[in-house]
């Protein structure tokens, strides 16, 4: 049975972008990261459950190797974006996904925790 499945090699090539004051990398690419590392928070996805199933489950049945790419999550292990190919990768019963690591200290703005959890606002009426 197999556990992993690589992405293409091209796959990292846009995530290697440099901070030009420090020369260092905003994002680190990782592969056979183990999947049971990786960090979600369950209060984002809250209510959106079953449509995320039926989401996985088409992506199942209608599996693209030559799409297959991968997740991001910050240093903690926190996923950033990639949930359905985290649940796809668990229900062909992988062990490790490539990841994409991203360094929110160097990423600029200072939003430590990355895109998904920018300061929720109320909206207007």
Not at 65 to 71: D, I
Not at 103 to 111: A, I, K, R, V, Y
């Given at each position: 049975m197999r556990n992993y499945m690589p992405v293409k090699k091209d796959s990292f090539g846009m995530y290697l972008r440099f901070n030009e004051s420090n020369k260092k990398q905003y994002y680190t690419p990782h592969l056979k990261y183990p999947i049971g590392e990786i960090k979600i928070d369950e209060s984002y996805y809250a209510g959106k459950q079953e449509m995320f199933k039926s989401d996985v489950f088409y992506m199942l049945v209608n599996f693209d190797?030559?799409?297959?790419?991968?997740?991001m999550i910050d240093k903690s292990g926190l996923l950033i974006d990639g949930y359905h190919r985290v649940e796809v990768a668990k229900q062909q019963g992988l062990s490790f996904i490539d990841v994409v690591i991203q360094?929110?200290?160097?990423?600029?703005?200072?939003?430590k925790k990355g895109r998904r959890w920018k300061e929720k606002t109320p909206s207007k009426v």
């Open positions: 190797r030559k799409a297959w790419e991968p997740v360094d929110t200290d160097l990423l600029e703005g200072g939003n």
